[in-house]
């Protein structure tokens, strides 16, 4: 790799607004505040998502299907299993 031309790979938590889960990863995102928290003794940078696997519908079990004409009774009869 070239040196200077590349973003900085640290580890990064991500924090769900609406859950308040949390997940460390590692991340070239730069947090728009300054805002940290300490998790097992180390501080690392914090970025707040609205959205994340905690709290997304579809990874919840809560998704529904908004049927508009028919389309989706249409479709399962078209491509649905036998």
């Known amino acids: 790799m070239q040196p200077g031309i590349h ?12 859950t308040g889960e949390t997940y460390v990863t590692r991340s070239t995102i730069k947090p728009k ?10 501080d690392y ?8 696997s905690a709290s997304h519908p579809f ?3 809560k998704q529904s299907l908004v ?3 028919g389309r989706v009774e249409k479709f399962r009869q078209k491509y649905g299993r036998k």
Not at 7 to 18: C, G, K, L, R, T
Not at 33 to 42: F, N, P, R
């Open 45 to 52: 940078p914090l970025v707040r998502v609205e959205v994340s």
């Open 7 to 18: 973003p900085e790979y640290n580890e990064v938590v991500f924090q769900d607004i609406s």
């Open 67 to 69: 049927d508009t004409e």
């Open 59 to 61: 990874y919840t079990g």
């Open 33 to 42: 505040k300054a805002e940290t928290i300490t998790l097992d003794g180390k």
